[in-house]
């Protein structure tokens, strides 16, 4: 290579591995030339002229317009958040919720069917089974993990797969490649919401998957500050199903979570890295404590798709779910011992969390409808954080001895 090709090589960030992109990618320096990504907190843009206004609004002219369309903060944090995925295009939302909504929503219209999996986040299975049958999109449920189920679903007008891997809370694992493949010999798309895994764990988009939505809020804010939600596709898929719809719609982010979000990208890979190696740890911990009925990690030998797992994820992730014996007593008893750890119900952050499912995130289905999600009322998720894993394994070993011993435990 010519030092002059050499040079432009490195200019390039598609020629930059993960942690460089996620520092320097798709930053646009303003006239100052700031060291730290600045924050555009504008609604509009002002033009030299009537005929540069002009410009802008028939695209002759690609500058910005207005942040309900666009926002220079914003159009960061897509470029950063395309780099990390490997996606072409992207556009930001104000929450996951309405990544979700507008991924779903922009592709389909009445007469149109979708097959979901039923193992889905509430809001999700909301949008899914009471708002769009209300615009006469019917949908289908089906158990993710059999993929009979997936196939036998499918209609002349389905137009959309829908999925979450790995679940919540059950993190059971869904075959990515095999599910795309269904999808695309009956014509229809596979969106995946990669919430669990996050973007440095699981790429969707490399097993087929068409599009990949994002509650931001999770691991890539990753401190409990902000909503937010993001969609990445092709440039193609972007332009005919999503561009018209955000801009038209308004769920749009604001520059302000835009530019927290982006500040959070440089840290992700370490965050999440390290979250999800103290999770393993805390694994292998509950995974022979007397006190602990069941534990479901999907880095561990002992998860029933541990080979799927690691075909498709770079690690077993940040998540821990375990059940303890006693039922809702039982739990109660176990998160209400905890000290470091906290009870509430996000996910991804720099916290550890608890969250008894049964009672909170999945209240609202029926004790049946729970059963088939696999959710008990004595099983707890872990979500796990950054800190010292020494300390959270002190915090849950003391939580769990609150429950009177051995008896319970031979339950
Ligand atoms: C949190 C979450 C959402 C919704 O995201 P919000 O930012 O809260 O709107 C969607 N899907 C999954 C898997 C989530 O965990």
């Given at each position: 290579m010519t030092k002059k090709t050499a040079d432009e090589a490195l200019k390039d960030p598609k020629n930059w591995r993960e942690a460089t992109r996620l520092v320097h990618g798709g930053t646009l320096r303003s006239q100052f030339g700031e060291t730290s990504e600045a924050l555009f907190l504008t609604q509009g843009f002002v033009y030299d002229t009537a005929e540069a206004a002009e410009a802008r609004f028939n695209g002759q002219d690609p500058g910005f317009?207005?942040?309900r369309y666009s926002n220079p903060t914003i159009a960061m944090f897509e470029e950063r958040m395309c780099l990390l995925e490997g996606a072409e295009a992207a556009r930001a939302t104000a929450s996951g919720m309405a990544a979700v909504?507008?991924?779903?929503m922009g592709q389909l219209k009445a007469g149109d069917h979708l097959v979901s999996a039923r193992a889905l986040f509430g809001s999700c299975l909301y949008v899914i089974e009471e708002l769009l049958p209300r615009f006469g999109i019917a949908a289908t449920l089906v158990d993710g993990a059999d993929l009979a189920q997936w196939e036998a679903a499918v209609r002349?007008?389905?137009?959309?797969?829908f999925l979450e891997t790995p679940t919540n809370p059950s993190l059971e694992i869904y075959d990515l490649k095999a599910i795309a493949d269904i999808a695309h010999r009956h014509g229809a798309r596979l969106v995946v919401d990669n919430v669990f895994a996050s973007p440095v764990l699981q790429k969707p988009l490399q097993f087929g998957a068409d599009c990949v939505v994002y509650s931001t809020t999770k691991?890539?804010?990753?401190?409990g500050r902000c909503l937010g939600g993001i969609i990445l596709s092709s440039r193609e898929f972007i332009d005919t199903y999503i561009h018209t719809y955000?801009?038209?719609?308004?769920?749009?982010?604001?520059?302000?979570?835009a530019w927290v979000m982006l500040k959070s990208l440089e840290t992700l890979p370490l965050r999440v890295n390290h979250q999800a190696a103290s999770a393993a740890r805390i694994a292998d911990f509950l995974a022979t404590h007397p006190n602990v009925k069941r534990l479901?990690?999907?880095?561990r030998a002992d998860h029933p798709q541990?080979?799927?797992?690691?075909?498709?994820?770079?690690?077993?992730g940040t998540l821990v779910t375990f059940e303890v014996p006693g039922g809702k007593a039982g739990a109660f008893a176990v998160a209400n011992a905890l000290s470091i750890i906290k009870i509430s119900n996000n996910l991804g952050d720099a916290k550890s969390i608890i969250t008894h499912p049964a009672t909170t995130t999945h209240q609202?289905?029926?004790?049946?409808?729970?059963?088939?999600?696999g959710i008990s009322d004595g099983m707890l998720r872990l979500s796990v954080g950054l800190e010292d894993v020494e300390d959270l394994i002190a915090d849950l070993s003391h939580a769990l001895s609150a429950l009177a011993q051995p008896g319970l435990a031979a339950e």
């Open positions: 317009v207005y942040s909504t507008a991924a779903l002349p007008e389905t137009k959309v797969f691991h890539i804010d990753g401190q955000l801009r038209q719609t308004g769920p749009a982010l604001s520059p302000f979570n479901v990690y999907p880095g541990a080979a799927l797992a690691r075909r498709q994820m770079k690690s077993g609202r289905l029926t004790p049946e409808g729970r059963a088939k999600m």
